[in-house]
């Protein structure tokens, strides 16, 4: 093994607290994040780091691998999660550097939301894009708990139904971001035969999307059996490389979004530029990661079936959408 290499990290100056968990230990500074586990440390850029745990924390580890970057991230096993360092990297693994370590969902979930609440600085939004949020950086300066805290929306059926989540509007605090403000803001009119009042519901998607205040955050809007329409909007970077463990599919709706394909040890595969209207399926065996150069609408249609896992083991589904 290499050798270890440790940066002093003074907390007495920058006042941000050390956290641990198992052999894995987190500091922060004015500028960076450092990772230490038996094997080594690694050290991200703050605004990088902090952005990526907020999805890792928001979305409970989403569907796999959640990778901060190439070389730090989480694959979850719905349940119990690993925490790993360069295990999804080749060189890594051949100089014998990549570690990885269990725990219980529950532990981990609790220390990432501890580090966020201690290390996101008053006015630094990581939902946020770049241009709409003040700056990660400096010494400890108060908290953003109201922000970090956000749920996101998850219909039970749809969006608007009765009881369910509720329709964006200004009144409940959703106005039309920046670049959209050209979107139609007109609702449908819903005429439903007796008997099927509450049954039947329509909603104009886009103006609902236009009103997003949070970039690279799906919601939920729609459900049917395991069928889950999640559309979000993008801006800037996706701040984690998702490797999905099932495959997935993006209906890019407005704008334009550059996708780096790589494989599960960090090889670059493929770029994939979707223009509106461009519909993809991205295999369970691979990360993705986007990038969107003006703010636009994904949606993102996954599989949210618990026994998927378990049907691609034994073969009865495959890891990609098609097989040719
Ligand atoms: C994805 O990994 O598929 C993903 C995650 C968040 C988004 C869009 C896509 O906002
Ligand atoms: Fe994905």
Redesign the pocket.
């Known amino acids: 093994m290499t050798s270890v290499i440790k940066a002093t990290v003074d907390n007495s100056v920058s006042g941000y607290q050390t956290f641990t968990v198992g052999t894995f230990s987190f500091n922060r500074d004015e500028y960076f994040a450092y990772i230490n586990c038996p094997n080594g440390e690694y050290v991200m850029s703050i605004d990088d780091f902090l952005r990526a745990l907020m999805?890792d924390v928001a979305?409970g580890f989403?569907?796999g691998t959640v990778a901060f970057d190439d070389v730090f991230g989480t694959i979850n096993h719905y349940g119990n999660v690993d925490m790993y360092m360069g295990a999804q990297h080749q060189d890594w693994i051949v100089s014998e550097r990549a570690y990885t370590e269990n725990f219980k969902s529950d532990v981990l979930m609790g220390v990432f939301k501890s580090i966020l609440s201690d290390w996101v600085n008053e006015g630094f939004d990581p939902f946020a894009a770049p241009q709409e949020t003040g700056l990660a950086w400096g010494r400890k300066n108060g908290n953003e708990d109201a922000l970090i805290d956000r749920q996101r929306e998850v219909a039970k059926r749809m969006v608007g139904m009765p009881g369910d989540a509720p329709l964006r509007s200004d009144e409940n605090g959703y106005s039309v971001n920046r670049a959209f403000a050209d979107v139609d803001q007109e609702q449908p009119i819903i005429e439903a035969m007796p008997g099927f009042e509450g049954e039947l519901s329509a909603f104009n998607f886009f103006g609902y999307l236009s009103r997003s205040d949070v970039?690279?955050?799906?919601s939920v809007v729609s459900v049917v059996r395991q069928s889950l329409f999640?559309p979000?909007t993008?801006e800037y970077i996706?701040p984690?490389d998702?490797g999905?463990d099932r495959c997935?599919w993006?209906l890019q709706m407005s704008d334009e979004i550059i996708w780096d394909i790589k494989d599960k040890e960090s090889h670059p595969i493929a770029t994939v530029t979707m223009r509106a209207g461009d519909v993809s399926a991205?295999p369970g065996d691979i990360r993705?990661?986007?990038q969107s150069p003006k703010r636009s609408m994904?949606l993102?249609w996954?599989n949210g079936s618990p026994e998927i896992l378990e049907m691609i083991r034994n073969g009865t589904v495959p890891m990609v959408p098609v097989e040719f």
């Open positions: 999805r979305w989403f569907y970039t690279w955050n799906p999640c979000t993008e996706l984690i998702h999905n997935e993006f991205m993705h990661q986007g994904l993102v996954e």
